[in-house]
């Protein structure tokens, strides 16, 4: 709310943990927000029934839903995790040793959102990968057309020093898209000031950057960016590389995770937003074409 005081906050708030019931209550709402804020999430794996039953044609049932809500204008981000690439479920160990992506975050069809911190702590200016923030590649979804580039760049990259093949899909959606500053943020409540991290702050920070987006877009009589994935990844260079740091999952010291390097990367995306170049991408768009899923 801070960085988009002007624009209306709607809470959609569900009693029971369940995107399938959020994205339902999402879609039928006849005028929804613009802009949405995700930040819940689970493995991959733990998605599914009420039973905890993994299931892939739960998740792409709300992919479905995904994709009607950015045909309507309406823009999903979701945080991409604060446990590296190990997710919820831990790593493992020996022969059962596996990197876990997060859904939603894992979805093409919502912008995922990873998390940064200052490369000299409390010193505004470079940005590192926070070594919590979630990222990678997923076992459920295939890279989607918009990012198959961004990724066969950074696969080719010497300075990625990929992990060992066998820990990681090297076939499936990356993420997380972009990111944002995740740590030490001052928290007002009933008990007064706390001191809080995490992608679920990042999260809302870059919804409420592409919800200014989307007013200056609609003061100019354009419609709403919807879908923002294929604009990001054509729009890469209005973001802030992060080139430092990697996300192994908690410890500055872990050697799991991947390494940030120039351009994409599943441990930043395409970095942090640049509001000023954003605006000049966003306002020479124009009206856009129904957006065209694979």
């Known amino acids: 709310r801070g960085l988009a005081d002007a624009i209306p906050l709607t809470v959609i708030f569900q009693k029971k943990y369940s995107i399938a019931a959020w994205v339902h209550t999402l879609s039928s709402m006849s005028q929804p927000p613009l802009v949405h804020s995700i ?3 689970s493995d991959e794996f733990q998605n599914g029934t009420d039973e905890g039953n993994s299931d892939i044609g739960y998740m792409q049932a709300i992919n479905v839903q995904f994709m009607q809500a950015g045909v309507r204008g309406v823009s999903i981000l979701a945080a991409s995790g604060d446990s590296g690439v190990c997710a919820f479920e ?7 040793k596996r990197y876990h992506a997060v859904f939603p975050a894992s979805s093409p069809y919502v912008t995922s959102v990873g998390g ?3 490369a000299r702590r409390g010193v505004i200016g470079d940005e590192k990968v926070w070594s919590s923030s979630g990222g990678g590649f997923s076992d459920a979804f295939p890279a989607a057309d918009f990012q198959r580039e961004a990724i066969a760049a950074y696969k080719s990259n010497s300075a990625a020093k990929l992990p060992a093949a066998n820990l990681w899909n090297s076939t499936g959606r990356g993420y997380p898209d972009v990111s944002a500053l995740a740590v030490d943020y001052c928290e007002i409540g009933t008990g007064g000031a706390l001191g809080v991290s995490g992608t679920s702050a990042a999260a ?11 007013g200056l877009r609609l003061a100019a009589g354009q ?6 994935n294929p604009f990001i990844y054509q729009n890469g260079d ?4 992060v080139t430092q740091g990697r996300n192994g999952g908690g410890s500055i010291f ?5 390494t940030a390097t120039e351009g994409w990367d599943p441990a930043s995306g395409w970095g942090t937003p640049n509001f000023e ?11 856009r074409a129904q957006p065209h899923f694979v």
């Open 39 to 41: 930040s819940w999430g």
């Open 90 to 96: 831990g790593c493992g160990s020996g022969a059962k």
């Open 116 to 118: 940064t911190g200052f």
């Open 204 to 214: 809302p920070v870059t919804a409420a950057v592409f919800a200014r987006l989307n």
């Open 223 to 228: 419609p709403p960016l919807g879908w923002l």
């Open 238 to 241: 209005a973001f802030n590389d």
């Open 254 to 258: 872990s050697r799991e995770g991947f």
């Open 277 to 287: 170049a954003l605006a000049r991408r966003t306002s020479a768009l124009g009206p």
